[in-house]
């Protein structure tokens, strides 16, 4: 079974930057980081194959990038510019459907999350 465990989450300003990591016990099909703030619903922000293929949630294209270090069993998601609606919970999930990122029924394994906070 996979689990994750997701790091790197923090409070900086509009604009800022933060380097999320997520450490999984076993590779899956894919990899997705989703986020969750209160009262909305979860979404998936990026998903990375094993094949290393990408997607990216609209809002959060040319900003976020998510890669991976496959030997150390590492996924990351590095933001850039920031802002206020990115505050979320962010968690890393495995996934096994080829539209993973969407998929939400899909994911498991994800772990406690980390908090991104950004103020304006």
């Known amino acids: 079974q996979v689990l994750a465990v997701e790091s790197g989450g923090g409070s900086v300003q509009s604009g800022g930057s933060l380097r999320l990591s997520c450490s999984y016990t076993?590779?899956?099909?894919?990899m997705v980081w989703f986020r969750q703030a209160p009262g909305k619903e979860r979404e998936g922000v990026a998903s990375?194959?094993?094949?290393?293929?990408?997607t990216y949630l609209d809002s959060v294209k040319g900003r976020f990038t998510i890669s991976q270090d496959t030997p150390k069993n590492i996924v990351y998601l590095q933001m850039n510019s920031l802002t206020p609606a990115d505050t979320a919970m962010y968690f890393c999930?495995?996934?096994?459907?080829?539209?993973?990122?969407?998929?939400?029924?899909?994911?498991?394994?994800w772990g406690q999350g980390t908090q991104v906070t950004v103020s304006s």
């Open positions: 990375i194959k094993d094949d290393s293929s990408t």
């Open positions: 076993r590779r899956s099909y894919c």
């Open positions: 999930a495995a996934a096994s459907t080829y539209h993973c990122r969407q998929d939400l029924r899909s994911w498991y394994g």
